[in-house]
């Protein structure tokens, strides 16, 4: 979905505490940034941030961080961050291509949450768990941490499971039909759409 541009969005996000403009200034110092040694997870797609900041809320012995191409869905996780004095919670306007230049080996864990499908052949390639994206995450992410993918698209799920098994990665679950299970089950903003028609979640978590 395309979202109308937010002239608003870049100068509210460049006076957010919580908004980092500059995250290769921390490459292999996040700890640093947190004040602490506590894990992080990151969020790729972050969107209006309805994850980040409820998985940030609720687990304040980690520190997460969630990146952004969109600016204009950003903003509104940004406010989140803000109102909720987060201090274990950063967002990036990156885009997950630059993800190098961020991150060293420090991140424990990925999130991917109904990033865009790109159905076409020719889109393949800008799928966030297209190979090219899975050897870029493997730079970053410390061994054994793991990465959590939901998805509404089949088809575009089935080829990640691929994607993930050439890449190497473990399989350590596997679900068609995710349901709601328990208080820390998070429903992302997109999520809260798909699961309103009746269409089933595609889960998958694997091992690095
Ligand atoms: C369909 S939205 C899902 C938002 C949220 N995760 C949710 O579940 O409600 C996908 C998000 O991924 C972001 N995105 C897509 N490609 C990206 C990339 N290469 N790097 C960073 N973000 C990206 C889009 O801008 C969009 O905000």
Request: proline share 2%.
């Given at each position: 979905m395309r979202l109308r541009k937010k002239h608003f969005a870049i100068p509210e996000m460049q006076e957010n505490p919580y908004v980092d403009f500059n995250g290769q200034d921390h490459k292999g110092n996040w700890q640093e940034v947190f004040d602490n040694k506590n894990d992080i997870y990151l969020e790729i797609g972050s969107g209006k941030g309805g994850?980040?900041?409820?998985?940030?809320?609720?687990?304040?012995?980690?520190?997460?961080?969630?990146?952004?191409l969109e600016t204009n869905a950003l903003v509104y996780a940004g406010r989140k961050l803000k109102d909720l004095e987060l201090e274990n919670a950063r967002l990036l306007p990156i885009n997950a291509e630059k993800l190098l230049d961020i991150f060293d080996k420090e991140v424990s864990r990925i999130y991917i949450n109904f990033c865009n499908p790109w159905?076409?052949?020719r889109q393949h390639k800008r799928r966030l768990t297209h190979p090219r994206f899975l050897e870029i995450y493997k730079k970053i992410l410390k061994k054994g941490s793991i990465i959590q993918l939901k998805t509404d698209d089949l088809d575009?799920?089935?080829?990640?499971?691929?994607?993930?098994?050439?890449?190497?990665?473990?399989?350590?679950?596997?679900?068609?039909?995710?349901?709601?299970?328990?208080?820390?089950?998070?429903?992302?903003?997109?999520?809260?759409?798909?699961?309103?028609r009746n269409i089933p979640i595609k889960f998958a978590k694997f091992k690095f």
């Open positions: 994850f980040i900041s409820q998985m940030a809320q609720n687990n304040k012995g980690i520190n997460f961080i969630g990146i952004d159905p076409k052949n575009f799920f089935q080829d990640s499971l691929k994607y993930f098994e050439d890449s190497g990665f473990e399989k350590l679950e596997i679900d068609y039909d995710k349901k709601i299970e328990g208080e820390d089950y998070i429903v992302t903003e997109y999520e809260s759409k798909w699961r309103s």
